[in-house]
């Protein structure tokens, strides 16, 4: 024993005085045995010292007065200690020796039988004696605790024997059992194999194999088979188990059931590129077989189609009747159309209303307007849902590619343009997609982006056209015109940046320009005693329908002082066409302000006929289209005749646009028309212009 070591604390438990110094000298003579040597002289204190467990050794006489030692090492026994006890005795009693050692006392010794060397000798040898013991019961104490862990374990654990023939199973714990069905007797001796069942050639098995056989760790997915012969993934870890030499005697293999987690990764995937109402493929989906379809027209010299198909008339239904009927019609029209096409073709859904059709493999590029056909017919038919019977139709924007293309993904947006004419052609209907659209679209970019720096820069302007009173020719009022005077390309008309900024909801930002410049300088020819009568400001319905509509009107007016009755909003039926609830009801809130409110292009609509009666309205327009021609159509004529007579019943006034010759002044006094306005009397003017007009009408 080094110096550096514990010594030894040694308890003696002896009544006779001599006896302790005897065995105290023994123990010098000993040989090499570091220890330290306490004693105590009765039984009671030994047994209080076995009690504390303090010392790593005890040497107990067996004669304790009246007591025996034998009760000390009973109660040591009892209390599990594992520190080794030797019993002392007086007598050599062979049947005292087997009654001590069968008690738990590691060695029995004869007092005067002994010397101080076969003392320290049975000293060592009890003390490797427990040593080994608690560490052999510690082994057992692991072993059992890794049995128990094994039985409690949620992952399956199977072992099988590496050196016997086919490696058969020795052990599975109960979670193999409860994973594969199988009971530990019915797999006990055979081959894990049989859980592959058919499915032998899965790569995970080859690897398992070779695995094995190099006697290393493998981690393989596998699919395998219960006793019911139900499918499940096993996520399987093997791992070789080598004895104390590095013999590799068996292999323990680790699994899971992770069949919930494949069907949740399998149901992310399918999602990932699916559509979730409809189980149809989205975009990303629809890519890739643009992808292949394009890869296939070129291997093959084929013509490959692709379509977008809008709905016409869906949006009201779903606004209206909810999201769960739109739902419906979404995943019928979806059928409907699955049935259209062939079991090679795509048929996927971007969002919306809005699907796409991938035709691959055509012969002829006109083939596609078959598929067309169907499709729209398909679609039109009646949606029964209950009671209600609903309509849809579709507008579709077909492109064709002989797979040449350099990113497909480009033959969406072109089927795209070829959809919006489709919907300007009237909806219900098929067009082509042309390089004449792409030019559009491109001119369309440029004056959106233009328009937007025009918005920023307030690079607009507004000219002013005077009303004249039919009768007197007195002045009216004036209609505000809204123009763009652009640096580069000169004046642009509103025919053609109005659409635009409709499109894009520019027009929000304009009209409110618009709406506030246009009181502003009314305001300010008031200050100048300049009598401009009523400003006329035309209201774009994607404005009107905006939220707090009446409120921008209302601060327009606080904002540059112009009394209320002096503003009059000109709508168009489009507005109706809208939402028709809705305006009325906001009419109804600009009419409680004192605005007025006249009917723009009157009778160009589709409904304003049914709506006119109930519309909180102060006159109506007729449109220059009707004007133009009215002297020497009789048509136009009957027409504004018609329209001036049924808004004079409802109290309306009327003013008549475009008026360019005294023939249609004429005409249209003599059937009563209100006011005029158009280039027989006045072109419209910029400001500055008009504040010279009136002043020359003041002085006149």
């Known amino acids: 024993m080094s110096p550096t070591e514990r010594p030894l604390h040694l308890l003696l438990i002896e009544d006779d005085e001599d006896d302790f110094l005897i065995i105290r000298d023994l123990l010098r003579q000993a040989g090499k045995l570091n220890y330290v040597l306490d004693w105590v002289d009765s039984f009671e204190r030994g047994l209080s010292a076995l009690d504390e467990g303090a010392y790593d050794l005890y040497l107990i006489d067996y004669r304790l007065g009246a007591d025996s030692g034998l009760e000390l090492v009973r109660h040591a026994s009892a209390r599990g200690m594992h520190q080794p006890l030797i019993l002392l005795t007086g007598q050599d009693d062979s049947e005292l020796d087997a009654r001590a050692l069968e008690l738990g006392a590691a060695d029995y010794l004869v007092k005067g039988q002994f010397d101080g060397r076969l003392l320290g000798r049975s000293i060592r040898y009890a003390l490797e004696r427990a040593s080994a013991s608690e560490r052999l019961g510690r082994s057992n104490s692991r072993a059992a605790l ?230 729209i017919h398909s679609i039109a038919r009646p949606y029964q849902f209950n009671e209600l019977e609903l309509h849809v ?163 327009s007016l606080e904002y540059s002082g112009l009394p209320a009755h002096l503003l009059e909003l000109e709508i168009t039926e489009t507005v109706l066409l809208k939402d028709a609830e809705r305006a009325i009801q906001l009419l109804r809130e600009l009419k409680a302000l004192g605005v007025g409110i006249a009917l723009d292009d009157f009778g160009t609509g589709y409904s304003s006929l049914s709506y006119l009666k109930d519309l909180p309205i102060d006159k109506v327009k007729i449109d220059r289209s009707f004007v133009h021609e009215l002297i020497s159509d009789q048509r136009d004529a009957a027409i504004t005749q018609g329209i001036i007579s049924m808004a004079h019943h409802l109290d309306l006034k009327v003013v008549a646009e475009g008026v360019e010759t005294t023939e249609q002044a004429d005409f249209l006094r003599r059937n009563l028309c209100d006011a005029f306005q158009g280039y027989l009397y006045a072109r419209p003017m910029p400001y500055s212009q008009l504040e010279a007009y009136l002043r020359g009408l003041k002085s006149a």
């Open 146 to 375: 890794l049995q128990r862990c094994l039985e409690a374990s949620y992952n399956g654990v199977v072992i099988v024997d590496a050196l016997a023939p086919d490696q058969p199973i020795i052990y599975v714990n109960p979670a193999f059992e409860r994973i594969t069905g199988y009971r530990a007797h019915e797999v006990l001796g055979r081959n894990c194999r049989l859980l592959q069942g058919s499915e032998t050639r899965q790569p995970g098995v080859n690897e398992i194999r070779r695995c094995m056989t190099e006697q290393r760790e493998v981690h393989v997915v596998l699919r395998n088979f219960r006793k019911d012969g139900s499918a499940f993934w096993n996520d399987l870890y093997i791992a070789p188990v080598p004895d104390e030499h590095g013999l590799v005697t068996h292999f323990i293999g680790v699994q899971n059931d992770i069949s919930e987690r494949k069907r949740f990764e399998s149901e992310l995937a399918y999602n990932a590129s699916h559509d979730v109402l409809t189980g149809l493929p989205n975009r990303s989906l629809l890519e890739d077989r643009l992808l292949q379809g394009c890869q296939i027209a070129r291997r093959y010299t084929r013509e490959l189609a692709v379509m977008l198909i809008d709905l016409d008339g869906f949006k009201p239904i779903n606004d209206t009747l909810g999201h769960a009927i739109g739902d419906r019609i979404l995943v019928e029209v979806a059928q409907r159309m699955a049935a259209q096409i062939r079991p090679g073709d795509t048929l996927a859904r971007l969002g919306g209303d809005e699907f796409v059709v991938v035709l691959p493999d055509l012969a002829h590029g006109e083939d596609a307007l078959l598929v067309a056909e169907r499709l």
């Open 393 to 555: 139709t579709a507008s579709i924007g077909i492109t064709l590619s002989n797979g040449e293309i350099e990113q497909p993904v480009k033959l969406i947006q072109e089927a795209d343009l070829a959809m919006y004419q489709a919907k300007q052609h009237g909806r219900n209907n098929y067009q082509w997609y042309t390089e004449h659209l792409n030019q559009e679209v491109s001119e369309r970019m440029t004056l959106r982006n233009e328009l937007q720096k025009a918005i920023e820069g307030l690079n607009f302007e507004l000219h002013y056209q005077p009303q004249i009173d039919a009768r007197t020719g007195a002045l009216l009022g004036c209609e505000a015109l809204l123009r763009w005077p652009h640096a580069e390309r000169g004046s642009i008309s509103p025919l053609r940046f109005i659409p635009v900024a409709e499109d894009t909801g520019q027009i929000v930002p304009i009209s409110q320009w618009v709406l506030v410049t246009a009181c502003s300088h009314q305001r300010r020819l008031l200050d100048q005693g300049l009598a401009a009568g009523v400003v006329s400001v035309n209201i774009s319905a994607v404005h009107f329908l905006r939220q707090d509509f009446v409120g921008t009107v209302q601060r």
